[in-house]
T-cell receptor, first 113, second 115 residues
Framework: GGIITQTPKFLIGQEGQKLTLKCQQNFNHDTMYWYRQDSGKGLRLIYYSITENDLQKGDLSEGYDASREKKSSFSLTVTSAQKNEMAVFLC????????????FGEGSRLIVV | GEQVEQLPSSLIVQEGASVLINCSYTDSASVYFPWYKQEPGKRLQFIIDIRSNMERKQNQRLTLLFDKKTKHLSLHITATQPGDSAIYFCSASANYGGSGNKLIFGTGTLLSVKP
């Protein structure tokens, strides 16, 4: 079986700082995702990528950048951290085609001081 | 874009009870509806799914019902156990062809099963 690894588990930064989260998968999946999880708001899609070097915006992409450097990795950058952005960020991957299961990482918690 | 809503937002039941979680979506182009579960401190995991050409799917104590006309789903869990305590998420995906598997999630239902 494969695994998705997110780093770091906790990311502490100052307001206005640029912060980056990283995600690696060894499933050899084509599609990777970044979701933001806020209590009471469920999961909201920030960016996804259907193949290496591809980027697709989700509903919450403003204030974020993403990069799919290679098939196995997908990084997310908060361009200017704000205190109302403290949330858990979840990375996931799936086989390309619609109708396939997503496999999730354990999450990265962002703390802005 | 697609919006997915879930009710109730939380449920507390005694072990052995049955529960029903409701989900509605807005985009009639959505064709695939997986459900995920997040136990405390653990990663989200897939539990059951249904496609728009089906009305019902069962997996052990889970039954998923789908009504295409009303754009409504319901997840029925029977004989609940404390290990079922988790946040349950409904999600929806349209077949956008080349844009891959864009999955939109609901707000989640927190289920607590008391022993």
């Amino acid at each position: 079986g494969g695994i998705i690894t997110q780093t770091p588990k906790f990311l502490i930064g100052q307001e206005g700082q640029k912060l980056t989260l990283k995600c690696q998968q060894n499933f050899n999946h084509d599609t990777m995702y970044w979701y933001r999880q806020d209590s009471g708001k469920g999961l909201r899609l920030i960016y996804y990528s259907i193949t290496e070097n591809d980027l697709q915006k989700g509903d919450l992409s403003e204030g974020y950048d993403a990069s799919r450097e290679k098939k196995s990795s997908f990084s997310l950058t908060v361009t200017s951290a704000q205190k109302n952005e403290m949330a858990v960020f979840l990375c996931a991957s799936s086989i390309w085609a619609s109708g396939n299961t997503l496999y999730f990482g354990e999450g990265s918690r962002l703390i802005v001081v | 874009g697609e919006q997915v809503e879930q009710l109730p937002s939380s449920l507390i039941v005694q072990e052995g009870a049955s529960v029903l979680i409701n989900c509605s979506y807005t985009d009639s182009a959505s064709v695939y509806f997986p459900w995920y579960k997040q136990e405390p401190g653990k990663r989200l995991q897939f539990i059951i799914d249904i496609r728009s050409n089906m009305e019902r799917k069962q997996n052990q104590r889970l039954t998923l019902l789908f009504d295409k006309k009303t754009k409504h789903l319901s997840l029925h869990i029977t004989a609940t156990q404390p290990g079922d305590s988790a946040i349950y998420f409904c999600s929806a995906s349209a077949n956008y062809g080349g844009s891959g598997n864009k999955l939109i999630f609901g707000t989640g239902t927190l289920l607590s099963v008391k022993p």
